[in-house]
């Protein structure tokens, strides 16, 4: 069965069209949802949502779009409505969606002495790092940086520009920098404290 | 150009392709090298990340449970649960235990057909395929070249495996029916040997092998007309160890109980 033929049955109601399309594309749309959320629990929610909406909305698909476009568009959506609810008093959307040249997100120190993330940076804590970040923010680096996405296809899931999806792409990685050089200097800080203690001490 | 100006062009454009202004001052500026070589490294790493994740199980039985509750699922299942038995049959003869035990098995099968075969009348067609005359030590010394005979040789052992063709110009059978036709005269010798009773192994036995001769018969009739099916063509033979291995399972019991 090809994508096609699954979604022109699925608009028919067929049961096993239904599951072909979940089985094609499930596993992006739960890697995307436990990113941008965190936790399984809220992301099995999350995905079992956004698959319901689509599979509610699936006759009115036409395919102008790329169905997996469409799909993830509803996934980020239902997440980002989702993060909305919750209202985290540090996560502000507005903020990262819009550009904004007096709010306009991270700013580099010029000059100041950086600290090197080459050979410091491993999946988790990068991962630790993403789960930091502004949910915009996160979103647009999500999409582009792991899930290979394209500007154009950015913009056209989250409804803004292109320009406006290479700002925030930019902007989640100079945080994302900032975010992993005090997380180096954590570990580094930590890592001193244990040296100097003194050996067969209780701490 | 100017760090502030090297950050405007790198939110503008990103890392791909820099202008040569840009470049000229990276070529200039520790601190905005650093920068970029940092972006890189981030994006790097974002690229080991997996893109996907196995989502549990539940979550496609609660969905669907809820497709049914508000009727989004309307056509029967029929055409669903052939394609699901396919793909459900395909899932049950992936498991390395049954894999590891298929090889015996059909090891075992053959051995049995092939010790089986002289008590039986061959059939018709193998009769008609040229034997070659096996040599005594003192021809072979003489250097006496084998000729095709139509009389088989006092003292041959067993013969190759029959081939199940009505004319002799026909091509030789492919490994599957070859197989298909050892498995057939394998399984004549079940009914008449006396299994495990009417245990619920018994009974499972014989459904199981129920089922995968229909299994069989369907790839089968699939092949013929997609022969280019190489998916349905590895499921038949993977059926066809697993029929070996049935069979071998329900001789033992047989055996067991003489």
Known sequence: ?203 | MHCKELESVLEAEGLAQLSKDARLHLATCGACQGYVADLNTIITAAKTLPTEVNPPDRIWISLRAQLEAEGLIKEPVEVAERFSWWEGFGAWLKPRTLAAATVAAFVLATAIYVTRVPRNNPPEAAKNQPRVETLSPAQTQAGVSVQPSSVPPANSGPSPAPVPSKNNKELAPSPSESASFTLDQAELDVPNMQLAGNSQVDIALRQNLRTLNAFIAECELHLKQNPQDELAREYLNTAYQQKADLLAAMMEGGRGDN
């Open chain 1, 1 to 203: 069965m090809t994508e096609a033929e699954a979604i022109r049955l699925a608009q028919a109601g067929n049961a096993a069209a239904f599951e072909f399309l979940y089985q094609l594309h499930g596993r992006r749309v739960y890697a995307l949802c436990l990113r941008m959320v965190g936790n399984p629990a809220d992301a099995e929610d999350l995905m079992q949502e956004a698959f319901l909406q689509l599979f509610r909305k699936i006759a009115t698909f036409r395919g102008e779009s790329a169905f997996s476009t469409w799909l993830h568009r509803m996934t980020v959506n239902v997440v980002l409505m989702r993060l909305r609810k919750k209202s985290l008093p540090t996560d502000s959307l507005e903020e990262t969606m819009e550009p904004d040249a007096e709010n306009s997100g991270p700013k580099r120190d010029v000059g100041a002495p950086d600290l090197r993330l080459a050979g410091a940076v491993d999946r988790v804590n990068l991962e630790r790092s993403i789960e930091q970040l502004p949910p915009g923010y996160r979103t647009v680096f999500v999409l582009h940086d792991v899930q290979g996405y394209e500007h154009n296809e950015i913009a056209d899931i989250m409804g803004c520009s292109v320009g406006n999806s290479k700002s925030q792409l930019h902007k989640a990685r100079t945080r994302l920098r900032e975010l992993l050089q005090e997380e180096i200097r954590q570990q580094a800080r930590e890592e001193r404290k244990a040296a100097k203690t003194p050996t067969g001490s209780l701490e």
